[in-house]
């Protein structure tokens, strides 16, 4: 049985930092990519980045160079570093694992978190 738990959500100002992270139980862990998506309110999910290694890494062009994402096998933990914070960038951020495939589409992942909330005021 699977558990993705997510933390480190919150309320930010425009242009401050947060760092999400994901605590991964019932795989193994390195076996997994890992991939983070947030959804806004009257939005479709949407894609944000995934990782394999440290070296197989994917974004999303809009959040290319403000995002971050990064693993931890050894703590079964993938995080997003989020810099330079948009007021559009407010959503609820769910981190997701897929085997066997690189994909912004989130019907690979079969397995997801909760969600954790950020919100980037104005």
């Known amino acids: 049985q699977v558990q993705l738990v997510e933390s480190g959500g919150g309320l930010v100002q425009a242009g401050g930092s947060l760092r999400l992270s994901c605590t991964a139980s019932?795989?193994?862990?390195?076996?997994?990519?890992m991939g983070w998506f947030r959804q806004a309110p009257g939005k479709e999910r949407e894609f944000v980045a995934a990782?394999?290694?440290?070296?197989?890494?994917l974004y999303a062009d809009s959040m290319k160079g403000r995002f971050t994402i990064s693993r931890d096998n050894a703590k079964n933990t993938v995080y997003l570093q989020m810099n330079s914070l948009k007021p559009e960038d407010t959503a609820v951020y769910y981190c997701?694992?897929?085997?066997?495939?690189?994909?912004?589409?989130?019907?690979?992942?079969?397995?997801w978190g909760q969600g954790t909330q950020v919100t980037v005021s104005s």
């Open positions: 019932g795989l193994t862990f390195s076996s997994y990519t």
């Open positions: 990782i394999i290694r440290s070296d197989s890494l």
């Open positions: 997701a694992a897929a085997l066997g495939v690189m994909a912004r589409d989130p019907a690979p992942y079969a397995n």
